[in-house]
Each structure stands twice: as structure tokens, then as C-alpha cells.
């Protein structure tokens, strides 16, 4: 059993769409769940990190966190063809080095 | 940019040749690492070192062997790899290995590495 899960798409939106990505994980003591995005042939970079249920928003982008379901996805609004890459799920386990990523889903945002 | 650069940025190697990879922070950070990326898998941690002390090592095979001389600079010094270690290498620091916000970590460009 894979540590973090992700379809791995491509999931396609039209532009101004709301981009809907989702990520389970295998660990019920995960504490920390980042999300990252990768453009081709870049490094990732960090959108947004969460650590508590419920709802974190950051301009276009909202984490949503539930622990119970061990379920973490991304929403993000008013999609843009920028918006298109690979979006990777991070989990952190209770110790620090437990760092788990998925394999990640490709977004692409059509004009 | 990040903040975190890696040398070199390409790199083809032979099985038999030893070689490098160097990676330096200009973020202040304390902690440094060393993950794998190939293709359709995800990324995967390979080293974490924290005040320059190792303190994961992800059953990694001794063909890899990080060093880490300060907080600044990281290296991955390579010997006698096998083709499947064709990835690209990425280096990514933090202020800390605690849960905190501060301690998010930062990725370097990574270097692509092909081994014939």
C-alpha cells in the first residue's frame, strides 16, 4: 500500500473553472499535509500546508483536511492555463523525516 | 528562485565513474535533504540532515553518500551507479525538522542525472 495516493489524471478544467484534486493517505498519525506544485522540468514549489480539519484558503486556493477519512484535497478557483502542472501531496508523519509524497496529478487549465 | 541552487544541473555518468552533486542554501536554514525523483514514481526521501548531523537515511544503497561539511552546503558523492539511478536529484532545505510553519521546505532546481 502506497504511503500517499493520487490520480494521476490528466485532469482537465476550462479556464475560470474550479480544479478539484484529491489525495488520500495510509498513515492515521500524519500530522502535517503540504501541498506542492511542479511545472515541467522544474522543482516543486510549496502552494499550501495544513494541519488541522476543515478548511484553509489562500487567495484562488483552498486545503481541505479530513483526518478522519485521512483525506486531504485542493480546490483551486478560477483556473488559469498557469495553473497547469503536476500537483504533488506531501504527508509528514509524526516524526519529522516521515516525509511521503504522491506521485502527483497533472492539471491542465484549457483556455 | 528558492534560494537553494544545485550543481551541476546535468549530468551523464558512467558506471564505473565517481562523481558529485553539490547543493548550497543561501536561506539561513538549518536543516538540508536529499530526495529522488524518477519518472511516474513519486518523489522519495533519501537523506535528512539537521546542524550538519544525518539523522535519516532512507535504506538507501552505499552507492550514495551524502556529506554535509555545514548548514550551507549539502553533497551527494556517487559511485558505481546503475542505470536505474537515472533520476533527477533534488535538494531542499528548512529552518528546522519540527512541524512548525517555518519549517517548510524549499527545493533547488535539481540536477538530472543519466547514468549509461
Known amino acids: 500500500q502506497k504511503e500517499v495516493e493520487q490520480n494521476s489524471g490528466p485532469l482537465s478544467v476550462p479556464e475560470g473553472a474550479i480544479a478539484s484534486l484529491n489525495c488520500t493517505y495510509s498513515d492515521r498519525g500524519s500530522q502535517s499535509f503540504f501541498w506542492y506544485r511542479q511545472y515541467s522540468g522544474k522543482s516543486p514549489e510549496l502552494i499550501m500546508f495544513i494541519y488541522s480539519n476543515g478548511d484553509k484558503e489562500d487567495g484562488r486556493f483552498t486545503a481541505q483536511l479530513n483526518k478522519a477519512s485521512q483525506y486531504v484535497s485542493l480546490l483551486i478557483r478560477d483556473s488559469q492555463p498557469s495553473d497547469s502542472a503536476t500537483y504533488l501531496c506531501a504527508v509528514r508523519g509524526y516524526n519529522f523525516n516521515k516525509f511521503y509524497f504522491g506521485s502527483g496529478t497533472k492539471l491542465n487549465v484549457k483556455p | 528562485e528558492t534560494g537553494v541552487t544545485q550543481t551541476p544541473r546535468h549530468l551523464v555518468m558512467g558506471m564505473t565513474n565517481k562523481k558529485s552533486l553539490k547543493c548550497e542554501q543561501h536561506l539561513g536554514h538549518n536543516a538540508m535533504y536529499w530526495y529522488k525523483q524518477s519518472a511516474k514514481k513519486p518523489l522519495e526521501l533519501m537523506f535528512v540532515y539537521s546542524l550538519e548531523e544525518r539523522v535519516e537515511n532512507n535504506s538507501v544503497p552505499s552507492r550514495f553518500s551524502p556529506e554535509c561539511p555545514n548548514s550551507s552546503h549539502l553533497f551527494l558523492h556517487l559511485h558505481t551507479l546503475q542505470p536505474e539511478d537515472s533520476a533527477l536529484y533534488l535538494c531542499?532545505?528548512?529552518?528546522?525538522?519540527?512541524?512548525?510553519?517555518?519549517?517548510?521546505?524549499?527545493f533547488g532546481p535539481g540536477t538530472r542525472l543519466t547514468v549509461l
Open positions: 531542499a532545505s528548512s529552518q528546522g525538522t519540527g512541524r512548525g510553519a517555518a519549517n517548510e521546505q524549499f
